[in-house]
Nanobody
Framework: QVQLVESGGGLVQAGGSLRLSCAAS????????MVWFRQAPGKERQFVAS????????YYLESVKGRFTISRDNAKNTMYLQMNSLKPEDTAVYVC??????????WGQGTQVTVSS
């Protein structure tokens, strides 16, 4: 089992920044590919960014490229999402998940990000 806990969400004005964290416990963090999803009210869950085991490969939703940066610190069992130049359309619940290479097996509870215009 892996437990994931997100933090760092909040209310920010458009153009502002937030840094989300996803803290993992239970098993070896470096064994997992990590991902951030988001879900806005009335919309389906959307992939935001992912990072491989050692942080060497990252992937992003096109609309967040250049604004968001995903990273991880395996020594601290934590993944991050630095979000800059936030837009109202980034408003959503952001959730982290972990996988060993197949389906996303473990999920956090999510943290709310609200961007006001």
């Amino acid at each position: 089992q892996v437990q994931l806990v997100e933090s760092g969400g909040g209310l920010v004005q458009a153009g502002g920044s937030l840094r989300l964290s996803c803290a993992a416990s239970g098993r070896t963090f470096s064994n997992y590919i990590m991902v951030w999803f988001r879900q806005a009210p009335g919309k389906e869950r959307q992939f935001v960014a992912s990072i491989n085991f050692n942080g060497g490969n990252t992937y992003y939703l096109e609309s967040v490229k250049g604004r968001f940066t995903i990273s991880r610190d395996n020594a601290k069992n934590t993944m991050y999402l630095q979000m800059n130049s936030l837009k109202p359309e980034d408003t959503a619940v952001y959730v982290c998940a972990a996988s060993t290479g197949g389906s996303w097996t473990y999920w956090g509870q999510g943290t709310q990000v609200t961007v006001s215009s």
